[in-house]
């Protein structure tokens, strides 16, 4: 059974200190054999949740990272450096980095490239913004950002990326997508993998949704169609909450 995916972006939050204290406060959920937890703290403490999560099944990644290999970048972290602190997975294309640092669609291809040429799990994250959902454009935008995204990857390589579908509109703004549009949007996704790709990778290939994902929204999420795990920001910060999301079970309806 592939398991769901539960990731902590921790965004530009904790020292070291903090977020040693953060990871043993989470220790009842490091092991979990129904989840796949993955923890993407700021590059600073890649070193401290690294020691502490050894002999864990929980792994960890970065929040960004350069498609160069070396060279004159200042201020930039390639993948060999990762690698080194133990990383396995990176979140590539975050809207907070395509808004704030102008990362376009072809710097994000070309990091994803990167990132699976050197065995690393790349979470691409993709949505739409609160103009493009409300003028009907979400299925356009999606469909660009993964086409673009994707550029170039050979279905073996395409297997080893992770969708993220987070509507900017929901993302730390308390308002999450429904279950409904959240699975709406996973299955036009997985819609256009089969036109790019076949069946076959469009099933296997995972996607997740992110935006105010919460211990109260969850249970209700984990029903809908499609979703193969989140990507929580807000509510990762806070350790009763994130071991709650993670134990979570899908809301039963009657
Ligand atoms: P949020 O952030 O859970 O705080 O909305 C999600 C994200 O940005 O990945």
Redesign the pocket.
Known sequence: MVKLIIAA?W?MNKTRKEAASLIKKVRPILNNKQREVVIFPPFTCLDVVSKLLKGKSAKFGAQNMHYETKGPYTGEISVDMLKEVGCSYVLIG?S?RRINCNENDEDVNRKIRTAVENEFTPILCIGENLDERESERTDAILEEQIRNGLNGLTKDKVLKVVIAY?PIW????GRSATTEQASHAHSEIRKLLTNMYDRDVAQKMRILY????TSENISSLLRGKGIDGF?????SLKPDEFIKIVKAKPKVVR
């Open positions: 972006n965004k975050h907070e987070e929901a993302i730390g703004t992110g935006g105010s994902v990507l929580v920001g807000g509510a």
